[in-house]
């Protein structure tokens, strides 16, 4: 296969100055797509910035390495900063293709613990910073006509130790894909979602939710590198999948699917009509469905 080119195309990649984001940044730029490297510079855990410029870093690398790029600070977590980030892409490049939602924060802790202004931040930086940026980018991405978004969740949204408040940051994530999967779709706008796994600092300022186990494995064998791929394939306009959910970590790349069972259907459901059918509730039989469908299947010719 010829490697896919990404000549012309204007990515966004937010959280791009560390980490994961950075690799998806040098990725892009290096098949040819101009890079938009946004990060602020914010401490792991969100409570303000560190007093380093990592976009700036990037950007630095990508244009020595003979790239196109600009770098920029905005914070995602607030609207203006968001918008202003979109248009230096469209004023730097002339258009806009596609947006990688990555930023992250991450500051593990018990739910007896965590303060509900917590939950806030991580909402701010991951539902609302990645909800910012694809409004901002929406017009453009449908002049692009190959718009693609791909947004950065986790697998702590299905549950993990000390995450209630970044992994349901996270779920928020995952259902804003499925939604602007469908909205994009007459636009052929693609969105997707990434849950990934690498060595980074973030994984390290998790080690308290990890067994020492995970944590080695993460520190040896989980580059940010074995992630871009995925999520620039995601952003390249032949792929047309929309509204999946796929883990990438350490070079393995699968989908993850919410799935409806059969289940029962009765019109005079009892409870002990649902007692008795717990089990085929429960089944995952062959025609359970990756969907989120909630309602039974119609008789042949019926129509929704
Ligand atoms: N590393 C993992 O194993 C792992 C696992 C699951 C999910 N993730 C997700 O992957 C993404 C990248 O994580 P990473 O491990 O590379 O983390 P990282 O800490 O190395 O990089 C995240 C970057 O996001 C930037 N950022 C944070 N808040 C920002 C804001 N408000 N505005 C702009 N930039 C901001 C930070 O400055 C940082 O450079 C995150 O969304 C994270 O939640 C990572």
Redesign the pocket.
Known sequence: MDPLSFAGRVVIV?????????AHALLLASRGASVVV???????D?YG??GDD?AGGVADEIRAAGGHAVAC??????QD?ATELVDLAVHEFGRLDAVI??????RPGRFDEIRIEEYQRNL???FF?SLYVCRAAWPHLITSGTGRIVN?????MLGNPLMTH?GSS?GAVFALTRNLALEGAPHGITVNAI?????????E??AASLTPEVMHY?RTQ?R?EQVSPLAAYLVHPSSTVSGELFNA?GGTVNRAVVVTTTGITDPDLTIETVARGFDQIMALTPDARPDLVAFPAQPQGASR
């Open positions: 937010t959280g791009a100055g560390r980490g994961i984001g950075r946004a990060d602020r510079g914010a401490r792991v969100g910035v560190d990592p600070r905005a914070d995602i977590s607030r900063e939602n990555n930023a992250g924060i991450v701010d930086v991951h910073g950065t969740v986790s697998a702590a970044y996270k849950a990934p796994g690498a060595g980074t600092r973030m994984a300022s998790s993460l989980l940010p970590a």
